[in-house]
C-alpha cells in the first residue's frame, strides 16, 4: 500500500511559480516511480511528467517540456513539481501517482499505470 498526499496548490497570476510538493508512505523506494498528472473538469486527466525513485531519470509531457521540473528527496520520501512560467491552460487539479519502476515512457504517460493515487491540489492560473 502507498499513501500520497500533494501539497502547494493554490492561485498565481500567469507567468508565475508554484512549487508542487507529494509526500508518500509506505511501499516506496527503488522499484517504483512517481508521475505526476492534472485534469480539469469534462476532460481526461493528462500525463505532465515522471520520476524514478532510484537514478531519478525524468520525462515530460511536450506541453510542459522546459518550464516544469520534476525532482525527489528520498530521505524524505517526497517528489516535487516546480512549475515556472504558467499560463492560464495549466488550471487544473494536479495528481502525484505511483507506479513500479521500468515502465516504457508510452506506457508510463498513461493512469491505467500508476496503482496508487493522492487525493490532488488545485492549481489556478489566472490571466
Known amino acids: 500500500q502507498v499513501h500520497l498526499v500533494e501539497s502547494g496548490g493554490g492561485l498565481v497570476q500567469a507567468g508565475g511559480s508554484l512549487r508542487l510538493s507529494c509526500a508518500a508512505s509506505g511501499r516506496t523506494g527503488r522499484s517504483f516511480a512517481m508521475g505526476w498528472f492534472r485534469q480539469t473538469p469534462g476532460k481526461e486527466r493528462e500525463f505532465v511528467g515522471s520520476i524514478a525513485w532510484s537514478v531519478g531519470t525524468t520525462f515530460y509531457a511536450d506541453s510542459v517540456k522546459g518550464r516544469f521540473t520534476i525532482s525527489r528527496d528520498n530521505p524524505k520520501n517526497t517528489v516535487y513539481l516546480q512549475m515556472n512560467s504558467l499560463t492560464p491552460d495549466d488550471t487544473g487539479v494536479y495528481y502525484c501517482?505511483?507506479?513500479?519502476?521500468?515502465?516504457?515512457?508510452?506506457?508510463?504517460?498513461?493512469?491505467?499505470?500508476?496503482?496508487?493515487w493522492g487525493q490532488g491540489t488545485e492549481v489556478t492560473v489566472s490571466s
Open positions: 501517482a505511483s507506479r513500479p519502476a521500468g515502465a516504457s515512457v508510452s506506457v508510463a504517460s498513461r493512469p491505467a499505470a500508476y496503482d496508487y
